[in-house]
Nanobody
Framework: QVQLVESGGGLVQPGGSLRLSCAAS????????MAWFRQAPGKEREGVAC?????????YYARSVKGRFTISRDNAKNTVYLQMNGLKPEDTAVYYC????????????????WGQGTQVTVSS
């Protein structure tokens, strides 16, 4: 069973940057599509960004983060990253990485294995 461990969260001022990491064990990440989700207090979890498996490495971003966030993977380190720039208070949430048991996921609901999350707080 895949294990995912997120890190890199913290407190940052508006306009600042953070890079989240998601390290995997018991699975080779480049065989899987990966995604980042977030859940703010009182809100449902939402998809933020995803990256396809190694074959084409295409990416997709939610409209709210497009142009500010970048998802990438380092296959040698079996790690996926989320670079977050231009952070806003509304980006405050617990961020989760996830993988899918489906070879080519097409919906956020296709992602079904989760890490424990890392807190990101954007505040002055």
């Amino acid at each position: 069973q895949v294990q995912l461990v997120e890190s890199g969260g913290g407190l940052v001022q508006p306009g600042g940057s953070l890079r989240l990491s998601c390290a995997a064990s018991r699975v080779t990440l480049d065989h899987y599509a990966m995604a980042w989700f977030r859940q703010a207090p009182g809100k449902e979890r939402e998809g933020v960004a995803c990256i396809s498996s190694r074959r084409d490495n295409s990416t997709y971003y939610a409209r709210s983060v497009k142009g500010r966030f970048t998802i990438s993977r380092d296959n040698a380190k079996n790690t996926v990253y989320l670079q977050m720039n231009g952070l806003k208070p509304e980006d405050t949430a617990v961020y989760y990485c996830a993988t899918s048991s489906i070879a080519t996921p097409e919906e956020w609901t296709d992602f079904d294995s989760w890490g424990q999350g890392t807190q990101v707080t954007v505040s002055s």
